[in-house]
């Protein structure tokens, strides 16, 4: 019998959240051309790379730092942090926007063209990623994770749905452009809910900055997110620059939708048990730290356990939902990403603990030892092997980097 806490509540709204995005996806894979879902696959792992590294990391240094700001009733230091977060944020997201749409508007493929969009829709993409850390540390976590998780899919994937209807053809700039209106609504109701989730005094206050602290905490994590995002993205991203066949590509790609839906069980959660990991971890409550990782392991061991059965066991099954002809060059793909995917899930705190310990030094090691691995990897056994070899890259590093996580992170240093 699984056993709840607070933080796994989240569960079953991420993974509403979770299946829009793969019934989006699945609906991409169907309606649209092999070529047409290449498209749609690399331009959306440019946005999810950028959107991600476009905070530098103040999102996730947030959830450590609002907590203790609230805590200590410091609201100049509250104001002068929340201006820091927002500065930041749009300022790195306009100029990669810029960048992404220099690049991509000279093109007249649908490559260029739903790349272009990516460009063109990052900017409130990763205001709201900033966001949701923010409105989690405000102690809005149900909230944010809504319009994270269920209402930006939701939106795009009722759009995408209704084109055939309103005489528009699918394509890979209509589902790009989906997502993008998904992210702009996301933004506005981020606006809307983060007004009385903060406290007035803090706008109120004079703001307080110490601009230069901030900037050397958030580096960490900037970097794991970051290193993160590229071990996440590059195998997609290196199918396509060998020149893989789009059914290589797309069957590759069916295999990381399909387990995003255990992913889910860590990032729905990770910024909820994060925020609580901070606030016991500045307390130097061991025992609390202790209690946390049980209640987590107590509900997430027995999903995890039957996700590892279904995708092991019936791979064909799954990714022909996609295409039938991503059943055969996607089952070997699918079952080395579960492993992995589990693997991380498992461990996935191991690194906020290390960060919020500060011990960046382990933090940096490890993801770039993991970075170089992938792309030494990647190197080797993409042009062999195609999309296996872009799942092998990916599952050692990724496994190897949440296992070295792990076991720094039960012996301080």
Not at 314 to 337: E, I, K, N, Y
């Amino acid at each position: 019998m699984l056993r709840w806490d607070s933080a796994s509540r989240l569960v079953p709204l991420a993974a509403l959240g979770q299946t829009l995005g793969y019934v989006m996806t699945v609906m991409a894979a169907r309606r649209l051309s092999i070529a047409g879902f290449e498209a749609y696959v690399v331009a959306s792992a440019v946005f999810v790379l950028l959107a991600v590294a476009a905070p530098l990391g103040a999102e996730k240094y947030t959830l450590r730092h609002w907590p203790i700001l609230m805590r200590a009733r410091d609201w100049g230091g509250a104001h002068g942090f929340l201006r820091f977060g927002v500065r930041r944020t749009a300022v790195a997201a306009t100029i990669a926007a810029a960048l992404v749409v220099l690049a991509a508007i000279a093109g007249d493929d649908d490559m260029a063209r739903a790349v272009l969009v990516t460009g063109l829709a990052l900017p409130a993409g990763a205001l709201a990623h900033y966001g949701v850390d923010l409105l989690t540390a405000a102690g809005r976590p149900f909230r944010a994770l809504a319009i994270f998780r269920v209402a930006v899919p939701a939106l795009a994937l009722a759009l995408f749905a209704a084109a055939p209807a309103l005489g528009v053809a699918p394509s890979a700039v209509l589902a790009i452009g989906a997502w993008g209106v998904g992210w702009l609504a996301a933004l506005v109701l981020m606006l809307v809910s983060l007004r009385p989730a903060i406290d007035p005094r803090i706008r109120a206050a004079a703001p307080v900055a110490d601009t230069a602290r901030w900037r050397r905490e958030t580096r960490p994590f900037l970097f794991h997110r970051l290193a993160q995002a590229l071990l996440a993205q590059s195998s997609l991203l290196a199918l396509e620059r060998i020149g893989a066949d789009g059914a290589a590509l797309g069957a590759f790609a069916a295999a990381m939708a399909t387990t995003g839906l255990a992913a889910v069980l860590a990032t729905a959660t990770n910024r909820a048990y994060g925020r609580e990991l901070g606030v016991l971890m500045a307390a130097g409550d061991a025992a609390g730290i202790a209690a946390l990782h049980r209640r987590r392991r107590a509900w997430l061991l027995p999903l995890l356990a039957g996700f590892l059965i279904v995708c092991l066991g019936f791979p064909g099954v799954l990714l022909g939902l996609f295409r039938p002809d991503f059943a055969a060059a996607g089952a070997t793909p699918l079952r080395l990403l579960a492993l992995a995917t589990a693997v991380s899930v498992t461990f996935a705190l191991a690194p906020t603990q290390l960060k919020f310990q500060r011990r960046n030094r382990a933090v940096y090691a490890v993801m770039g030892a993991a970075a170089a691995v992938q792309i030494l990897l990647l190197l080797m056994l993409v042009p062999p092997l195609g999309a296996t070899g872009a799942a092998l890259a990916h599952a050692a590093a990724m496994a190897g980097s949440y296992l070295a996580f792990a076991a720094l992170a039960r012996r301080r240093g």
